[in-house]
């Protein structure tokens, strides 16, 4: 039997979201916890402050799903013009709320401002509505069903709208509409090609069509996530069902798949050396210390993190890593050789148990025809042997520094658990 999928759509008010100022975070925090829920979010629109463009979208948006969710505009300054809209689509009229008043009075009492005539005027409500309490701001939620469809308006405060989506709106939405579960799992992947996994992986894909099962690639620099849903009555069922194929996907690519749902490729390398009671250390060039602050970034990282050395210039290289000077005028910064003697040497220097290097054109000039921008060497080193590749990624200085960090973190992961062609030898 077909899920039950209940829809959302989700309309946001706000000249500023338009022009740039502001980030839209409402729509995508709203979009998350929706999700979560079961509930299917169609589109996301994003409109102006307008009065003919806010009664244009409510007319468009009407009938087309179960829920709409507008955000902004409900504010007691001259350019919040929603409820006025509201009236108008509604054929409703704006009435006084001595309950809305009650906690406008408390609201201005506890900071100690008395209320002005605007701030009154924010008890006004359209009288088609159902007031949603706003907790710990002025402008209440309403609540209002026309066309088989329902519309729920908020502030477009951030933390006024996530207080009361949290208090009272989804806890109300679940018990009026009572959605399917929506479950989804990331798997997160390194080290190959989105095309290549799409073809890699056909066979998979179509056994989650027949499973009702949906699958969407989430490329980012470096990595690819697999992210696999699906909605369903039995939760247990469900689960179990994208539990089945995860298990498959990993006899398909065994050695690629680096972490699952929330887990990072830092974290992940945390976890391994803390394992093993082991410590790495650093010599970056082309990435300027953006592996250290991954690394960095995970709690905990002291106990496993010993140090970097950010070698930019050869002089730096020469000077604090010891780098052969002759080394450097024959084969250049950007080579197998120079980037094995950093990883080599900063393992020696600061006596951790694994050590990474890399070194590289990262753009958007500084290539020649031998080394094109984008041109890297990674080494990636242990007390038992060092192991170094050369990557040629492309010409955006940026995306560069992401996927060198993120291929160079894989490969010490490899490196750490001896998988095919990365075993340096005993483990530490």
């Known amino acids: 039997m ?50 003919a463009a806010i009664f244009t979208t409510l007319k468009e948006v009407s ?4 829920i ?110 009572q959605p399917d579960s929506f479950i989804f799992h990331t798997i997160h992947i390194q080290g190959i090609p989105e095309s290549s996994l799409s073809d890699m992986l056909e066979e998979w894909e179509s056994s989650l069509i027949k499973e009702n099962l949906s699958l969407a690639y989430l490329p980012q620099p470096g990595i690819i996530r697999l992210r696999i849903s699906g909605f369903g009555a039995d939760k247990t069922l469900l689960e179990s069902k994208i539990q089945e194929k995860i298990d498959k996907l990993k006899t398909i690519i065994p050695n690629d798949i680096f972490a699952y749902d929330e887990d990072s490729l830092e974290s992940v390398i945390g976890k391994l050396l803390k394992e093993r009671s082991a410590t790495v250390s650093l010599a970056e060039s082309c990435t300027g210390g953006y592996i250290s602050h991954l690394l960095t970034s995970i709690p905990g990282s002291s106990k496993y993190f010993l140090g970097s050395v950010v070698a930019y210039s050869n002089e730096i290289k020469i000077n604090e890593l010891g780098i052969d000077k002759r080394i450097l005028r024959k084969d250049g910064a950007v080579s197998k050789n120079v980037v094995e003697q950093m990883a080599l040497n900063i393992l020696q220097k600061t006596g951790s148990d694994y050590s990474i290097a890399t070194s590289g054109i990262a753009g958007p000039d500084g290539g020649s025809d031998d080394k094109p921008v984008g041109t890297i060497w990674i080494a990636v080193a242990s007390h038992t042997g060092v192991i170094s590749q050369k990557f040629v990624f492309g010409k955006l200085r940026d995306v560069n520094i992401k996927r060198t960090s993120a291929t160079a973190l894989n490969m010490l992961r490899k490196v750490i658990l001896q998988l095919p062609g990365y075993n340096l030898g005993s483990e530490i």
């Open 68 to 177: 709409i969710l507008i955000t902004g505009g409900l504010g007691p300054t001259k350019d919040d013009t929603t409820k006025n809209v509201i009236c108008n689509f509604f054929s409703s009229k704006l009435i006084f709320s001595d309950e809305v008043l009650l906690n406008i009075e408390r609201i201005f009492y506890n900071r100690g401002i008395p209320v002005s005539a605007t701030n009154r005027k924010q008890a006004e409500v359209p009288d088609c509505a159902k007031i949603i309490p706003n907790s710990i701001g002025t402008a209440p939620g309403l609540w209002i069903e026309k066309n088989n469809s329902l519309f729920i308006f908020m502030p477009g405060v951030p933390f006024e709208m996530k207080e009361m989506m949290l208090s009272d709106i989804v806890p109300l939405l679940c018990e009026k509409f």
């Open 2 to 51: 077909p899920a039950k999928q209940v829809t959302i759509q989700i309309v946001s008010i706000g000249d500023e979201l338009l022009i740039g100022q502001v980030v839209n975070t409402n729509a995508s925090w709203m979009a998350s916890q929706l999700t979560e829920k079961g509930f299917q979010v169609i589109t996301i629109t994003t409109i102006s402050d307008n009065p």
């Open 63 to 66: 009938g087309n799903s179960d």
